[in-house]
């Protein structure tokens, strides 16, 4: 009988102790969850951006530029939610400010930051081997078009005179960013058109929607089919590009002015 309750007694013991472990194990997991704070984006303005975890400062900066940082925040026991905040380090100025708790895995920015605004970045797509990936912003400063517009993307030829489409974005809204169009790369220079030996270039039209006619259809602008062209780079070179541009037409004839070649 004595063996028994001594048993019992023992078993009872270890029982609370390995509740009690159990216990301490939840409340330090509890104490030590962490959220992982990831932000990535661009800076297109000579302001210094700094970032603040609750009451911390992060020792890293957002100059101008690209950027892509990475950090933690562990919560306190008692702790349930904590701000992340981006400010102009020379101004103090907010520039974007979230609130996360402890039931979120990550608290991630995807910003741009111009013109004293910040809006959504989106990713760009990773290179592929002869491919092209091509996203847009187009800001019609000038013009103050306001419908949405395709950006079809193709090859000139002079002679004669035929635009070959390669690939279409369409009904783009002014001043937000396009999907992305991914191509394969393609040579320009000079080559044979229909018997004919003719140079080739590599263009992005601008077209009202749904139409193949350049949106400054109707405006004093003109479109010349040579010279002008949304911002592009070489068509012969796999690479994934995010651009910005404007108006900057020069006289008559519609030209763009590239804010941001990413």
């Not at 800001?139 to 000139?156: A, L, M, R």
């Not at 590599?202 to 003109?222: A, C, H, L, M, S």
Request: glycine share 6%; charged share 20%.
């Amino acid at each position: 009988m004595k063996v028994c309750k001594t048993s019992c007694l023992l078993l009872g013991v270890v029982a609370f102790l390995l509740a009690a472990c159990s216990k301490n194990n939840d409340n330090l997991l509890y104490r030590k969850q962490a959220l992982s704070i990831a932000i990535g984006g661009y800076n297109a303005t000579n302001e210094v951006l700094t970032v603040k975890v609750d009451t911390f400062t992060l020792p890293y900066k957002l100059g101008a530029g690209s950027f892509k940082q990475g950090s933690a925040f562990t919560f306190g026991e008692h702790q349930h939610t904590v701000k992340v905040s981006i400010s102009e380090e020379s101004t103090g100025k907010l520039v974007l400010e979230k609130e996360f708790t402890r039931e979120d895995s990550a608290g991630v920015f995807s910003f741009l930051y111009m013109d004293g605004k910040a809006s959504s970045m989106p990713e760009k797509p990773a290179v592929e081997k002869g491919k092209l990936s091509l996203i847009y912003m187009f800001i019609p400063s000038v013009t103050q078009y306001s419908e949405p517009v395709d950006f079809v993307i193709g090859k000139y030829f002079v002679v004669p005179k035929v635009f070959e489409e390669v690939a279409r974005i369409k009904n783009v809204k002014p001043n937000e960013f396009s999907p992305a169009a991914t191509f394969p790369t393609f040579l320009t220079g000079r080559q044979e058109y229909n018997g004919v030996l003719t140079a080739v270039s590599f263009q992005v039209r601008i077209y009202k929607t749904g139409t193949n006619t350049p949106y400054v259809d109707g405006t004093e602008y003109t479109w010349n089919d040579i010279s002008t062209s949304a911002p592009k780079p070489a068509s012969s070179v796999a690479a994934s590009k995010l651009y910005i541009f404007s108006e900057a037409p020069g006289g008559n004839l519609m030209r763009f002015f590239t804010r941001l070649d990413y």
